[in-house]
């Protein structure tokens, strides 16, 4: 699957796609699969419900977050790649999302297991693209996106959040 053009997603997603590096996509998914789970393993205990501020999220609830968008965002891919061009697909709300899930409960680890899994499932979805079916878009209400450029910003949304929790949360 080639890198998208910048007519395949809208220019609001471009500093996710300026952190996912050159390479095979799949490669890239795959390490970037690995290299996640990686991170938040080696995070120490005392960071696992960390926020760095009042009204912002803990650790958890930013691995949360990315699991979320990486099921929203799948399920995006999928519509573009079956070539669902009319349903619409709203906006996802990340902070309703988040206000109405409780991981206070739930160990880091339960989240990790969980993001492994969904990943699988991505991983999967994306393996067995075809080149035009990767072309294809779906219909997000405020902009087109093709199944492609969900793929990469899906590496470079996790890639994203992961910097913030190095620099504001270690």
């Known amino acids: 699957m080639e890198r998208p053009e910048a007519n395949e997603f809208h ?75 009319e349903t619409p697909v709203y906006r996802m709300d990340e902070e309703l999302y988040a206000r109405n899930v409780d991981v206070t409960n739930r160990t880091l680890r339960s989240l990790i297991a969980e993001f492994k899994a969904v990943r699988i499932a991505t991983e999967y979805l994306f393996e067995n693209l075809t080149d035009s079916q990767s072309k294809r878009c779906c219909n997000v209400v405020t902009h087109p996106m093709t199944a492609s450029a969900i793929g990469y910003f899906l590496i470079g949304h996790v890639q994203h959040h992961i910097g913030v929790v190095r620099d504001r949360y270690l």
């Open 11 to 85: 220019a609001n997603y471009q500093k996710y796609f300026d952190l996912v590096p050159a390479g095979d996509y799949m490669g890239l998914l795959s390490q970037n699969s690995a290299e996640s789970a990686t991170f938040f393993e080696n995070l120490p205990p005392e960071k696992h419900d960390y926020k760095y501020a009042e009204e912002k999220w803990t650790v958890k609830e930013v691995l949360m977050h990315i699991i979320d968008t990486e099921r929203v965002f799948s399920y995006r891919a999928l519509a573009a790649a079956r070539g669902d061009s």
